[in-house]
């Protein structure tokens, strides 16, 4: 296993920005649900349930590069 040294602050910046994203995604998922009950489809209301509860327990899911992260936004 690699170590790898970063700055104290850079590390605080990377966990602060990981919070504001579950949050965001937190409130998304109680946005959509709210809004458009009736028209959430079931099976992706739960790939929604499943990644925030992901993020709360602290998985991750790693991107190379900006067009990963459009795939897999949109493979949900």
Request: proline share 3%.
């Amino acid at each position: 296993m690699n170590t790898i040294t970063i700055p104290r602050n850079t590390y605080a910046q990377i966990l602060d920005t990981q919070e504001k994203l579950r949050g965001d995604l937190s409130r998304l998922q109680k946005i959509v649900f709210h809004i458009a009950q009736d028209e959430v489809n079931p099976k992706y209301a739960t790939k929604l349930s499943k990644i925030e509860k992901g993020l709360s327990a602290g998985k991750g899911t790693n991107f190379k590069n900006k067009s990963e992260i459009k795939k897999f936004f949109r493979s949900l």
